[in-house]
C-alpha cells in the first residue's frame, strides 16, 4: 500500500467503520487512543490525536529559554486582551 493508496472498508450495522491493521498502523491509530474526524466536501477524514505522552517526547520544534517564553505568553495576552 502506497503512501496515496485508497482501499474500500466495511461498514457495520450501527455505523461503524472497520480499517485495517496496516491502515491503523500507518495513521498511528493505537487501541484505546482518540481520533478526530472531520468532513470536508463530502469526504471523512480521520486523524489520530497524540496522546500527552507522545507529545512530550517528541523532538522539540523550537527551543526558547523560560524568560523568552514568559515575554511570549504576556505578549500573547496583551494582545488578546487577558493580561492581568
Known amino acids: 500500500m ?14 461503524e467503520i472497520f ?8 495513521a498511528h491509530i493505537k487501541e484505546g487512543g482518540r ?8 469526504k ?3 486523524e489520530s490525536i497524540p496522546s500527552v505522552k507522545e507529545l512530550l517526547q517528541r523532538k522539540p520544534v523550537i527551543k526558547m529559554t523560560t524568560k ?3 515575554r511570549l505568553s504576556e505578549r500573547i495576552q ?3 486582551g487577558i493580561y492581568g
Open 2 to 15: 502506497d503512501s496515496n493508496s485508497e482501499v474500500a472498508l466495511k461498514v457495520g450495522k450501527k455505523g
Open 19 to 26: 480499517t485495517t491493521s496496516e491502515i491503523r498502523k500507518r
Open 35 to 42: 481520533v478526530k474526524a472531520e468532513v470536508v466536501d463530502n
Open 44 to 46: 471523512l477524514i480521520i
Open 68 to 70: 523568552e517564553f514568559e
Open 78 to 80: 496583551k494582545e488578546e
